[in-house]
């Protein structure tokens, strides 16, 4: 008889939705957790028979599947949730940025990230792309508290910036920043200029050539308001796609955010490149820009994605709605309800996050040697009852109220609704005392907060 192996932690009797390629689904399932890395994953039988475990976790009544990745946001912004709202996105941006230069720095970005990490968790996202100032405050939250994130350098040219670093010194910078985290456990890297309207072709060739240099993904936004197209035509006589085109930043690397505005050769020319695109309905619906052609990039090809934005614009950073919005949105404008399945949801918010963001051999899926992000739901509430088709039930009926657990990298960060990583009441008071000072600056200006 041969012996069991150890493991760190055991899962048994979830039903697994391993969202692997093969689509397995077991209903009596189990996996092994050693360090960082699942071992194995099978019928609860199985895994019980070949692993003894320092920890062991009863699934039972629980879905268990890979957790969810955010592809799109600006995590410490949340600071600001609903401070500027009602105005479309130039208006909204100026405002804004107003208030980020007065009440930016390194100690409210440290607790903007301690909320966002944490409420992310909490909806059972594991990995954010996370594109905001001072990239390396963020990071060092992520560490301390067990959040997988993406993030690095942003260029963005405005005068006075939050971080007071001169545009001419911002590559610097940010190879600091690539060569610091660039075998992070926990830390992806990336380079982010902002868009094609607030970085010239100077930098946005300087942010391309440091993301060539470290291999590492380059995060923009792009063709998100009618305005930014017509600005950039006109300026450029290309539109944006067209404009990071001719610039040599629309590869197999880059992501865009929104791609609200394309039109049917820019969508072929995505699909050419093998560019991602990051989908943000409740964004861009709040701030009137209108509705992603999703439907069109999922039939040409183009590897989409799902995120929320930043609070500060979506005013939440919980992905659920956001995959159920999806769906429902291109089902309705086509009038057709076979668009967009729920199993298509679900893949873009894991295992196609991953693929489109150069992290699939590393998450994404519940694998023997992907790592161990995983999230559990709890079934035991009406609402999840009764359960027919686990796709239908997470993108239509599952949400944050039922993540209960949630374990990244092997290791457990939420444990039965109950943050295990960081003290939440007391960031919760430092956050009520900050928003005091915010408000009370944001009623200075012209027109007040709003």
Aim: proline letters at 5%; a negative charge; charged letters at 20%.
């Amino acid at each position: 008889m041969t012996d069991k192996r150890l493991a760190d932690l055991v899962l048994l009797h979830g039903l697994v939705v391993t969202m692997d390629a093969g689509w397995r689904v077991l209903e009596d399932g189990g996996l092994a957790v050693s360090g960082q890395d699942i071992v194995a994953v099978g019928p609860s039988a199985e895994i019980a028979a070949g692993y003894d475990a320092t920890e062991t976790i009863d699934a039972s009544g629980h879905i268990v599947m890979p957790g969810l990745i955010n592809a799109h946001t600006h995590a410490p912004a949340v600071l600001f949730r609903g401070l500027v709202e009602d105005l479309e996105l130039e208006p909204w941006l100026a405002r804004s940025w107003q208030i980020e230069k007065k009440m930016l720095n390194p100690d409210s970005i440290r607790l903007g990230a301690q909320m966002a990490h944490t409420e992310m968790i909490h909806s059972g996202t594991t990995t954010g792309l996370d594109m905001y100032w001072f990239p390396e405050v963020s990071a060092e939250v992520a560490k301390q508290i067990g959040f997988r994130l993406m993030t690095g350098p942003a260029y963005l040219e405005t005068p006075d910036p939050p971080d007071h670093i001169p545009d001419a010194q911002r590559t610097d910078h940010g190879r600091e920043f690539l060569q610091q985290y660039r075998n992070d456990p926990l830390i992806i890297t990336c380079v982010q200029p902002h868009s094609t309207y607030t970085v010239s072709p100077r930098y946005l060739a300087e942010a391309r050539d440091l993301a060539d240099e470290y291999h590492v993904l380059l995060n923009t936004h792009a063709a998100e308001s009618p305005i930014e197209v017509k600005t950039i035509e006109q300026k450029y006589g290309l539109r944006p796609p067209g404009h990071l085109d001719a610039q040599g930043l629309l590869t197999a690397r880059t992501v865009l955010a929104h791609g609200v505005f394309l039109n049917h050769d820019e969508i072929d020319l995505l699909a050419t490149r093998g560019t991602a695109v990051a989908h943000c309905p409740i964004s861009n619906l709040k701030l009137g820009a209108g509705i992603a052609p999703v439907n069109g990039m999922l039939n040409r090809g183009v590897k989409v994605m799902v995120g929320t934005d930043g609070a500060q614009s979506s005013n939440d950073l919980n992905l659920w709605p956001v995959m159920r919005m999806t769906a429902l949105l291109q089902k309705g404008i086509h009038n057709d309800p076979t668009l967009v399945p729920a199993r298509q949801v679900v893949n873009m918010a894991t295992r196609g996050a991953a693929e489109a963001l150069g992290l699939a051999d590393q998450i994404g899926t519940l694998e023997a040697g992907k790592r161990a992000d995983l999230i559990l739901l709890d079934l035991g509430q009406t609402h999840s009852l009764p359960l027919y088709d686990v796709y239908l039930h997470l993108l239509y009926a599952a949400g944050r109220e039922d993540v209960s657990t949630v374990i990244i990298n092997g290791k457990k960060v939420m444990h039965e609704w109950q943050m295990l990583t960081i003290d939440e009441r007391e960031t919760n008071d430092r956050a009520r005392a900050l928003s005091r000072q915010i408000q009370a600056y944001a009623q200075t200006l012209s027109g007040g907060g709003r």
